[in-house]
DNA sequence: CAAGTATTGTGAATGAGTACACAATTACAG
DNA sequence: CTGTAATTGTGTACTCATTCACAATACTTG
């Protein structure tokens, strides 16, 4: 038995090193630019889009700077250019599939969520193992019988999946995901999980969450960095 | 604008600098005992427990002597002590209220997720602005009107609240919901948001979790620690 | 009761992540 | 065409977090 946790850890890019942290801010860049460009935003400085995403200038820098040289030295970073560079970097840039485990409320919640797609994710597999479930259309899918998995998911290519279904057997699942290409798990499951070689999990756990912020509530927190009087 | 990121940050604990990534260990520990308390251990090692959650046995130990000294330097740590230490840290001894704001389909998922109340939280509070909404029993709690929502706080004495609604208008929400003495926030929406002093907010965006999954099958990840030979 | 064994809690060392500060560079105004 | 102002990318310093390694301690066994 062994946990499937927060490994912070770094990923190897380009003969780099670059923290997993790096990766999740590159998440929230895109979409304030995302925000930006809406608003008809062409350029943007280091400074202004730090401001909003809450980093310093220099953590935004240095976070593209180890991707590659981005910015123009004098007008800053295009903002259209630099969205899809960052889908690049992601793999965004087109829509991929991806596959659900459990078709229980969270899974129909997230079935019917339309968000997705637009950050260029579909839940286009839906799997269950309740026989009242297999077979029906849910959220304009048709829900499938777990056993019949691995086809299916060499099929579509699927790369990631999300595991939101009882606990019970879920190891065996995770397993027979990753011997069928599966790459990469969002785990909704507040369960023990053991990462196959070449896998990553990633643990969703909202009670801890919660916790977490029961902690905070009760004790002062210091943030990393001093806040600016905020022009908010 | 401002927005609230994952700051990492510290917390003051009794004079002491305490990690927030220390707190958040601290909820997978109460777990993974709970676990060991309803097979009836009564005693577990350092080794053995960081075993299970996969950090290392320095690591374990000091994050609980950052709060105490809890251990029998020949036992270990007793299993339903610790629980109940741990529960108290977080604060999680009696079932607290938390308020939703939302009652869309991720609001009566939530609802309806039995697994709260065990972890110490309850969902008793329902906020909406629809005015379908409003009024109507879901999940056994009956919605009130957003507007009618800082009495209700204050009554309650709600010090967290989970958003899971639509993102015009959130940043009012969440300043007045801190004016009723809400402490920390869960957020599901994907805005930017400015936590007002002396107060925490918590932002779950679920496709930017896939976009790291998505970066992360794409390219190698080095985990922090070399894994040993699981026993799995 | 003494010797042996294994564990906790922690000072010190290491490693990772962030912020500072500036050289190099570009734009632009006069 | 030159001077001025402002930005990026990055070496360096620093702070924070994790791991190492061991002294202090408690239990067990002979």
């Given amino acids: 038995m062994r946990g499937a946790q927060k490994q912070s ?13 790096t990766v999740e801010r590159l998440s929230t860049y895109r979409r304030v630019l995302e925000d930006l460009h809406g608003q008809g935003i062409q350029y943007v400085y280091s400074h202004q889009l730090a401001e909003y995403v809450d980093v310093t200038s220099a953590q935004l820098r240095r976070d593209l700077a180890s991707f590659g040289s981005f910015g123009n030295i004098s007008r800053g970073y295009n903002v259209g250019q630099l969205i899809n560079t960052l889908s690049e970097l992601l793999g965004t840039v087109t829509v991929q599939p991806v596959a659900l485990v459990g078709a229980g409320n969270l899974g129909r919640t997230l079935l019917s969520y339309g968000g997705f797609v637009e950050r260029g994710f579909a839940l286009d597999l839906v799997f269950d193992n309740d026989p009242s479930k297999i077979g029906r259309v849910i959220a304009g899918r048709r829900c499938l019988d777990i056993r019949d998995a691995a086809t299916a998911l060499r099929d579509r290519q699927i790369g990631i999946a999300i595991l939101a279904c009882q606990p019970q057997g879920l190891q065996t699942i995770v397993n027979s995901f990753a011997e069928a290409g599966v790459r ?10 053991n990462a196959p070689p070449g896998t990553f999990i990633e643990m969703e756990d909202i009670s801890a969450k919660l916790e977490k912020l029961s902690f905070l509530g009760k004790n002062r927190v210091n943030p990393r960095r001093e806040l600016k009087a905020s022009g908010f």
């Fill in 9 to 21: 850890g770094t990923v190897q890019f380009a003969g780099k090193r670059i923290p997993l942290q």
């Fill in 184 to 193: 990469a798990f969002l785990c909704f499951v507040p369960a023990i999980l």
